[in-house]
């Protein structure tokens, strides 16, 4: 199975050719059988069981260029703003981490843009909540406000809090992030910003990775959810394996394959930077676009 960049890439290059086509998910998927299923939007794993990968390779990138290119950009202007986008599931967060690691002579604050996602109160009011993760679930407008913040100094920029195990805005708390060196923007939509970043990084992988690194996050929340009945997942929790990888495998066909090809994979094409990642979580290659 081919990486969701490759398939979007490829479909649309069909698309150019025949355009009365229909889109490149048509077909593939009926979004409507599980529109009352709980949207599988959210980009933090449990345990960063790849982190170990991660880390030594991102420090080797870090070593062949990346690191200096961050300097360059805090030299010229402060702080540096990086966007690393990507499917769920795909280790935005611990790419985001082995970085905070490799840049130990910067002050770095990372932010998930899950945290300007609208309440689920909201996207309730507005009927949309099967599309929780999509571009029109969060406010762009905020996330602007926060950028811009940052860039004109701002002590207490802050960002809203976002909780996993509640599924939900936590309202009324919001997280100080101050005037960081470099601050990390990650989430599926991080590179709708392109214009306001300094450096812009996908993550790509296989879709076939994607979906069984996505299965086996959902049963670890699961599982962790066991004990806790105020968990989103608490439902989910005494579900047999095979029950839950099904449950998964529907959420990401009715939700996180589509987003993937209509709107995270096309985002690629602002990236500065695309790190292509292999099955076991591994750096396989590095593109630098400019």
């Known amino acids: 199975m081919e990486s969701g960049l490759g398939y979007w890439?490829?479909?649309?290059?069909?698309?150019?050719?025949?355009?009365?086509?229909?889109?490149?998910?048509a077909g593939l998927i009926d979004v409507a059988r599980y529109r009352q299923c709980p949207p599988a939007?959210?980009?933090?794993?449990?345990?960063?069981?790849?982190?170990?990968?991660?880390?030594?390779?991102?420090?080797?990138?870090?070593?062949?260029?990346?690191?200096?290119?961050?300097?360059?950009?805090?030299?010229?202007?402060?702080?540096?703003?990086?966007?690393?986008?990507g499917s769920v599931a795909v280790g935005k967060s611990t790419f985001a981490a082995a970085l905070v690691e490799g840049l130990k002579e910067f002050q770095v604050e990372v932010v998930g843009t899950d945290g300007f996602l609208y309440p689920n109160a909201v996207l309730a009011e507005r009927r949309i909540e099967s599309r929780k993760g999509f571009p029109e679930s969060y406010d762009a407008n905020a996330v602007v406000a926060f950028i811009d913040a940052l860039r004109n100094g701002d002590d207490s920029a802050s960002v809203p809090v976002y909780s996993h195990t509640a599924y939900d805005v936590v309202a009324g708390e919001r997280r100080i992030i101050g005037s960081p060196d470099v601050c990390i923007i990650e989430g599926v939509n991080a590179l709708q910003f392109a214009d306001h970043l300094d450096l812009a990084i996908y993550l790509d992988a296989d879709e076939a990775d994607?979906?069984?690194?996505?299965?086996?996050?959902?049963?670890?929340?699961?599982?962790?959810?066991?004990?806790?009945?105020?968990?989103?997942?608490?439902?989910?929790?005494?579900?047999?394996?095979?029950?839950?990888?099904?449950?998964?495998?529907?959420?990401?066909?009715?939700?996180?394959?589509?987003?993937?090809?209509?709107?995270?994979?096309?985002?690629?094409?602002?990236?500065?930077?695309?790190?292509?990642?292999?099955?076991?979580?591994?750096i396989a290659s590095v593109e630098w676009r400019a």
Request: aromatic share 8%.
């Open 41 to 85: 939007a959210g980009t933090s794993a449990l345990h960063l069981r790849s982190r170990s990968v991660e880390s030594g390779e991102v420090t080797s990138l870090l070593e062949s260029g990346l690191g200096e290119r961050v300097t360059r950009l805090h030299a010229r202007s402060a702080p540096v703003v990086i966007g690393i986008a």
């Open 210 to 282: 994607l979906i069984n690194w996505y299965a086996t996050r959902f049963s670890e929340i699961c599982d962790a959810a066991i004990d806790d009945p105020t968990s989103f997942y608490s439902g989910w929790s005494l579900f047999p394996e095979s029950e839950r990888r099904e449950m998964a495998e529907s959420f990401w066909y009715g939700i996180n394959h589509p987003n993937l090809l209509e709107y995270i994979a096309p985002s690629a094409e602002h990236a500065d930077l695309v790190v292509h990642k292999a099955h076991d979580h591994s």
């Open 9 to 25: 890439r490829r479909a649309h290059r069909q698309a150019g050719q025949d355009r009365d086509r229909t889109s490149s998910t």
